[in-house]
Nanobody
């Protein structure tokens, strides 16, 4: 049974940084593609960043240059370092995983419960 547990969300001011973590259990983590999505109230779930099994990285246009995704296979954990946060980054952030392929669509097989990020101006 796959479990994903996110942590690290919170309330910050514009320009601040946060680091989200997602720890995965129940799978061979190194063989799984990982991604972060976010969903703001009233909006569709949006791709934020993804990382392949070989640590290739991809980013949504709105976060390029500000966010960095990384993975630590020894800790079964994927991270999202978020710098220069803006009020429009306010959302619930979800970690997702799938062994089949990488995609920017929210079609991953397993999801975490989400962690809330609020950025005030």
């Amino acid at each position: 049974q796959v479990q994903l547990v996110e942590s690290g969300g919170g309330s910050v001011q514009a320009g601040d940084s946060l680091r989200l973590s997602c720890t995965v259990s129940g799978v061979t983590f190194s063989t799984y593609y990982m991604a972060w999505f976010r969903q703001a109230p009233g909006k569709e779930r949006e791709f934020v960043a993804g990382i392949t099994r070989s640590s290739g990285t991809f980013y949504g246009d709105s976060v390029k240059g500000r966010f960095t995704i990384s993975r630590d296979n020894a800790k079964n954990t994927v991270y999202l370092q978020m710098n220069s946060l803006k009020p429009e980054d306010t959302a619930v952030y979800y970690c997702a995983t799938d062994p089949r392929s990488f995609t920017t669509s929210p079609t991953y097989g397993d999801w975490g419960q989400g962690t809330s990020v609020t950025v005030s101006s």
